[in-house]
């Protein structure tokens, strides 16, 4: 038989009662706010999972403890994939395939605690084209292009064909 319990804002236990309920308090045991003090590398290029370092103090070890949330207004946040954490470190993997380019914050949130936002620049490579094909075509006619080059962003990369000096066509 156990004994009742009180705690505030809750109903008495019954002594004894069958099936009666447990409480679990779950602490980060400091209660210390997280704080972030660098992150590596301190600014990324829109594309592709890349892999960022926070780098702090008073980190929560264990799954879903600890949080990392990039943000920027008018935006939807975008929430790492966490790879491991420690009390000074976490490393996760960022897509920003659809992010705006600018100026994102960083947070990291620990048991419900979170740090202040930390500037974290999302910045694009221009795209280069290196070869056009075919190099010519008649006029009238509907012609297939394949153009080549480097840092083309599916669905964020446009194409505009154009006569120097006239109109797209």
Do not use: H, M
Not at 1 to 29: M, N, W
Not at 79 to 96: A, D, G, L, Y
Not at 139 to 150: D, H, K, N, P
């Amino acid at each position: 038989q156990g004994t009742a319990t009180k705690v505030r804002g809750l109903s008495d236990i019954p002594e004894g009662e069958p099936g009666g309920a447990f409480l679990r308090i779950a602490s980060s045991g400091s209660g210390t706010a997280p704080t972030v003090t660098s992150i590596a590398p301190p600014s990324a290029v829109i594309g592709p999972t890349a892999l960022l370092t926070v780098n702090g103090t008073n980190f929560v070890t264990g799954t879903g403890l600890t949080t990392v949330t990039l943000t920027q207004d008018g935006q939807d946040p975008i929430v790492p994939s966490i790879v491991s954490v420690t009390t000074t470190r976490i490393t996760c993997n960022v897509t920003t395939l659809t992010a705006a380019p600018g100026a994102w914050n960083v947070v990291v949130t620990t048991c419900g605690q979170a740090t202040a936002p930390v500037p974290f620049p999302l910045t694009c490579n221009a795209p280069t084209i290196t070869t056009v094909a075919p190099a010519t075509g008649n006029v009238g006619q509907t012609v297939g292009l394949t153009i080549t080059g480097t840092n083309f962003l599916n669905g964020r990369t446009a194409v505009e064909i154009r006569k120097a000096g006239q109109t797209a066509i």
